[in-house]
């Protein structure tokens, strides 16, 4: 089929789909060519990319959120089941959802999964590289090995597995989708700022996983965190707004080697891990295990060695005491970085909407 064809093809049934009462959105359609599901579960991802490459243009000429109307439908060949189209009122339940599993944390941790799932986001899109344009949110490819097993991701199945509780539910978001909105969700329940997002990832393939390397190794000093974060298109300002999520949660030492929280309070959103930075005395700490620092006075305390590389390298070093001096300035950046972090690697044309939307907390809601 040529592209036009295939493009007029696609135009058809997504204004048929479109335009189809919510409650007759299961009846059948039939465009003339087959469209693959968007929402691919890990194991059948196909061996070439052809289908990516057809889905991507898909996506493209539906422009955004239409391609969740179309899925593969085992029953008919050749025919395809309508779905229905999700609103911002849908992705809100999924918000919600995760907002709930995040509470049902028992004693695991600080009594939050909330820190756990907001580093699948970062580690989903912290892969991006803005010169081939590869990597990012876009495909979420960190279900698929060897990225899941990359070093820098231990730990990273448990939240995994907590979104799959999530795509059970809700079968029709996207992995990327998914686990952004669950890092939104993570960083405004722990009474951080609101983080604009929108949907519009589609699921990628196991070929599109990234190598080995694109994230910040914690041993490093300033060269390295430029490096890195200069290849997802981060500036110093915003690598030390990025690095105040270090308020949240904790290294295990049988996922990265560190051990320890960097706040007293990592399960809340606050500016405490610039102040902190200021306000103690860091020493390296005396163990078995990779050079961290401690709190010389409590020592219940940790910072990694690029954390430290945050006040002690000057270009950084100015942004952290503002930070440290301003939380709402904090709040504000932070607030605009992460929102630049999620959507990495997601071309315009994917949006379901022009403007990212404002999730509401569960607080809120309530009123
Ligand atoms: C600056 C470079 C960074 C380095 C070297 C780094 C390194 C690390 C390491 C080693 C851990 C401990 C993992 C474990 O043992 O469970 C960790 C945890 C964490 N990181 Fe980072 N990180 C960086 C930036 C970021 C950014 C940009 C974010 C989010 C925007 C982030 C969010 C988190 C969170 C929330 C945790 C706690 C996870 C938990 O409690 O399970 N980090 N990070």
């Known amino acids: 089929m040529s592209l036009s064809a295939l493009r007029a093809s696609v135009r058809r049934s997504a204004l048929r789909a479109a335009t189809a009462p919510r409650a007759s959105t299961t009846a059948l359609i039939r465009p003339r060519i087959a469209f693959r599901k968007y929402s691919t579960e890990p194991e059948s991802a196909p061996k070439s990319n052809t289908g990516l490459i057809a889905g991507v243009a898909a996506a493209v000429l539906l422009g955004g959120g239409a391609y969740f109307l179309l899925s593969g439908d085992d029953s008919a060949p050749g025919a395809v089941k309508a779905k229905f189209v999700p609103t911002q009122d849908d992705y809100q339940k999924v918000y919600n959802a995760i907002a709930d599993l995040m ?41 698929f090995a060897p990225e899941s097993l990359h070093g820098a991701n231990a730990g990273l199945d448990v939240a995994r597995g907590l979104m799959e509780k999530i795509k059970a539910q809700f079968p029709w978001i996207s992995y990327g989708d998914l686990w952004t909105l669950g890092g939104v969700a993570a960083v405004q329940e722990m009474s951080g700022p609101r983080i604009p997002w929108r949907p519009g990832r589609i699921d ?145 044309t994917q949006w379901v909407s022009p403007e990212p939307w404002s999730m509401k907390t569960l607080d809120e809601q309530k009123k």
């Not at 892969?127 to 960190?142: E, L």
């Open 103 to 143: 509470d049902e944390a028992g004693d695991y941790d600080d009594g939050s999964y909330g820190p756990v799932i907001l580093r699948l986001a970062w580690h989903a899109s912290g892969t991006f590289d803005v010169a081939s344009g590869t990597g990012g949110s876009n495909y979420a490819t960190m279900r």
């Open 204 to 348: 990628g393939f196991a070929e599109n996983v990234t190598p080995d390397g694109r994230l910040p190794d914690a041993t490093q000093g300033g060269a390295h965190l430029r490096a890195i974060f200069g290849r997802m298109g981060f500036n110093d300002q915003e690598i030390v707004a990025l690095s105040g999520a270090h308020a949240l949660g904790r290294c295990h030492a049988a996922r990265s080697g560190f051990e320890g929280p960097w706040t007293f309070s990592p399960t809340t959103v606050t500016n405490d891990y610039f102040t902190l930075l200021f306000s103690e005395t860091w020493v390296w700490k005396k163990w078995n295990g990779p050079k961290q620092l401690e709190d010389k006075k409590t020592k219940s305390l940790m910072m990694l060695p690029t954390d430290y590389v945050i006040v002690s390298d000057k270009g950084f070093k100015k942004y952290a005491k503002a930070y440290a001096d301003d939380n709402d300035l904090f709040f504000k950046d932070f607030s605009a970085v992460i929102a630049k972090l999620f959507e990495l690697g997601v071309p315009a």
